[in-house]
């Protein structure tokens, strides 16, 4: 196994006391396999992932990698803010080699593999320009080049496209499905939109709040070229309704 989350439970202080946020989470990847978190806010996701990238430390219980148990951030993987975090006085070259720079010596070598994530998430047009002459989804394009420039084995994903419009977000849904299943990337995505988790996971993981546990895990067996309006998908979208106690009418029409 890939990633080992065993029993982690964590508690914060709040003024009405302890507020337990996880508790006793297990939970086991596999290389390649792009997990959701899924669940209502303040369920724990992003504490979660916290736990999981070395930011946070758990009160009891283990995260390992590959065998080897995480006790801080590491630069094997990637955490894509929701905030973009680029650099408004850099360029979207510029911006994507900044990981790079603490790495690779050679100024021609970043250039080089600079421009082929540049390329990967579409924006060759666009290398030249600052953050501010981009949009929202476009800088949010040049932070996923920036993390995946450094090759790293698993990306972490903390509702990378809340801010986006509909629009733009289906085509980042895509960019990132393709790039992650092209690359054989480890990705753990934090979201609360279930669509979102349906089109995206190999296995979509629901939490529940007070304290933050896992309801259940959904395995999405659907294929590669997902098709948001097929009856498979809308039968795994019903699943994960149902899990979370919604009804859905699968007769409803499919609009955007
Ligand atoms: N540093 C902290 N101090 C006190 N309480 C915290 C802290 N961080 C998180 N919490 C609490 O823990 C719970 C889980 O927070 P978390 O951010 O992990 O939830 P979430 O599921 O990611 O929510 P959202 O979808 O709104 O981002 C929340 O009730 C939150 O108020």
Redesign the pocket.
């Known amino acids: 196994m890939y990633i080992e989350i065993n029993n982690l439970s964590k508690s ?3 003024k009405e006391g302890d ?1 337990k ?1 996880l508790q006793n989470i297990s939970l086991h990847i596999n290389q390649g396999e792009f997990i959701s978190l899924l ?1 209502p ?7 979660l992932l916290n736990i999981v990238a070395g930011f946070e430390k758990a009160d009891s219980g283990s995260v390992s990698i590959d065998g080897i148990e995480v006790t801080a951030p590491s630069s094997k993987y990637v955490t894509i803010f929701q905030n973009y975090g680029l650099l408004p006085w850099r360029n979207v070259i510029k911006n994507v080699e900044l990981g790079l720079e603490t790495i690779i010596k050679s100024k021609l070598e970043r250039n080089k593999i600079a421009k082929k994530y540049v390329e990967l998430v579409g924006l060759e047009e666009f290398e030249k320009r600052h953050p501010h002459e981009l949009s929202g989804g476009m800088q949010q394009r040049v932070s996923i080049a920036r993390a995946l420039a450094v090759n790293p084995d698993i990306i972490y994903m903390d ?1 990378p496209f809340g801010a986006l419009d509909n629009m733009t977000r289906y085509k980042m849904q895509n960019d990132i499905y393709r790039i992650a299943k092209s690359q054989q990337k480890t990705v753990i995505f ?1 979201t ?1 939109d279930i669509e979102e988790a349906v089109y995206l996971s190999d296995r979509i993981v629901i939490m529940s709040s007070n304290p ?1 546990e896992i309801k259940k895990i959904i395995k999405v067996e659907l294929p590669s070229d997902r098709d948001r309006t097929s009856e498979e998908f809308v039968d795994i979208r019903g699943k994960v309704f149902e899990a979370f106690n919604m009804k859905i009418d699968k007769n409803v029409e499919y609009m955007i």
Request: with cysteine; hydrophobic share 30%; proline share 0%.
């Open positions: 914060f202080v709040q507020f946020a669940g806010s303040g369920c724990g996701k992003s504490t509702e934090v609360h933050g």
